[in-house]
């Protein structure tokens, strides 16, 4: 056997013995499948509950003092573990668990909350807060109904963002990577949207001072109160319509889309 097979073998026997190794603890995780309940109570750690949880998730406020996470998870071969640190909860899943959460996350009236899932979708309800609330999931949908909120942060890595309505008193961020976002019936004085292979509509019921947009790869719809606006408005490889722009407004306007159409509006 020559030196050149030797070293060959020496590097790929362990190299498919690891592989199989792996494979086989997938494909166990796969087919046994259990499941536990959780309900755990933590504190709020100054005025904020910080989560990341592996799963899906319902963020809604409750008449609790603590933050209370309840739910089912499912797991395949190894059961995960849930910790809890100076007011953050994590979910931990592992390599090959194969496990997420179906749950539920209560949280006190005005407390500001920053909520990832990973692998999941994150829905809210109604919620009104003058505090922080920052929400993303990697791989999931974020979709929520009434917002209030002092500064407002929704985003998504492979779903769409979406909102029924939305009250900012400062900035409102909506960003999705991989999906749509949509806001109705918003108000907001600052806002920065943005979707990378996605559509954006959005509709204003309050002229915004600030506002930028960005889509790539996808077309634009927003609506605005009537009103003066100096806007900013450019599409590559689509068309753009727009009211006739006024340079020295006090409401600024910027929208892009890469690759679509956008479209601008001012609402009878």
């Keep these: 056997m020559t030196s050149g097979r030797i070293t ?3 590097i790929g026997v362990p190299v498919a013995a690891a592989l199989i190794v792996l494979t086989s603890f997938s494909l166990l995780s796969s087919v046994a499948r259990a499941s536990f309940p959780v309900s755990h109570s933590f504190p709020v750690s100054h005025g904020r509950v910080t989560a990341r949880i592996e799963g899906d998730i319902m963020l809604r406020q409750a008449a609790v ?3 209370e996470l ?6 395949g071969l190894f059961r995960p573990t849930l910790t809890e640190s100076s007011g953050t909860v994590s979910l931990s899943c592992g390599y090959v668990s194969n496990c997420s959460l179906d749950g539920t996350l209560e949280v ?3 407390t500001a909350v920053s909520l990832s899932s990973v692998g999941g979708d994150v829905s ?3 919620y009104a807060s003058d505090r922080n609330l920052t929400v993303r999931s990697d791989g999931g949908n974020v979709s929520a109904g009434h917002l209030t909120g ?6 998504s890595s492979g779903g769409d963002v979406s909102a029924d309505a939305m009250d900012v008193t400062r900035t409102l961020q909506l960003t999705s990577d991989g999906g749509n976002v949509s806001a109705g019936a918003v108000i907001a004085p600052a806002a920065t949207v943005t979707s990378v292979g996605g559509d954006v509509s959005m509709t204003f019921m309050q002229q915004p001072g600030s506002l930028s947009i960005s889509s790539w790869g996808g077309n634009v719809s927003l ?4 009103g003066d606006y100096d806007f900013n408005v450019t599409s590559d490889g689509g068309n753009a319509i727009f009211p006739t722009s006024d340079p020295g407004a006090a409401n600024k306007i910027t929208v892009h889309s890469a690759g679509g159409d956008v ?6």
Excluded: W
């Excluded at 309840?70 to 797991?75: D, S």
């Excluded at 002092?150 to 985003?155: E, F």
């Excluded at 479209?263 to 009878?268: L, R």
């Design 8 to 10: 060959a073998l020496a």
């Design 65 to 67: 003092r603590r933050a």
């Design 70 to 75: 309840k739910g089912i998870v499912h797991y």
């Design 108 to 110: 006190p009236q005005n």
């Design 124 to 126: 809210l309800g109604n």
């Design 150 to 155: 002092g500064l407002v942060s929704l985003s």
């Design 223 to 226: 609506v605005l109160p009537p």
């Design 263 to 268: 479209t601008v509006t001012e609402a009878n």
